[in-house]
């Protein structure tokens, strides 16, 4: 059960570079940390039926997403030797080429973070509550599915 | 008994709504499932799984009162 509400991983809108860039800045002061590993999500135009997906439009059932986050977090820290690691994804419209989520994960030695950031993607598609609208150009739209 | 229902992404398309409070007077989750596909009946040809206090759910559960949601697939990331 809960004790407490768990940090929000959501943000509104596209992740911005800058955003991401000030990430990395920030653990500059953290020296103990000797590999980083970064994954980020990106709008893809996939053309279906002959019309072009335009932007996502994310909603989630947040008090769960960000529980379940909380426990993938959770999960990773104990599986692997982790020194930080942080999920952000996006809320509302995500245009195509634009980032929807970001995941940093920091550790001392690099052989790590490659099998950890692996590990809370995959975790992340499968047991958050995220949905995705797929804004075609025409405006009509369909439901994304992780596969 | 008393149960607030969350409904997301094409779910809530088809029930037009994203929360609703009933009266249930079943057991299970598939009793319910009954009862929302009768009340909507375009749910029958969606795919979706249920989470009871934020945690999926089988239809042989019991369905205790507390927060249901009707999730269709994730699509994160």
Known sequence: MKDKKPKSVFKEGAITSDFIGNSIYKHQTKTSIGAHNIFLGQVRADEIDGKTVSAIEYTAYEDMANQKSHDIRESAFEKFELTCMHIYHSLGTVKAGEICLFVFVSSPRRKVVFEALEFIVEAIKADVPVFGKEIFEDESHQWKKNT | ?77
Request: charged content about 25%; overall charge negative; glycine content about 6%.
């Open chain 2, 1 to 77: 008994m008393q149960i607030t229902i969350k409904y997301f992404g094409q779910i809530a398309e088809v029930t037009k709504l994203e929360e609703e409070s009933l009266e249930f007077s079943g057991s299970l989750v598939s009793d319910l499932i009954e009862v929302l596909n009768k009340k909507y009946s375009k749910l029958i040809n969606k795919d979706f799984q249920i989470a009871q206090n934020q945690e999926l759910v089988s239809n042989e559960t019991e369905i205790t009162g507390q927060e249901i949601a009707l999730l269709p697939p994730f699509a994160g990331g």
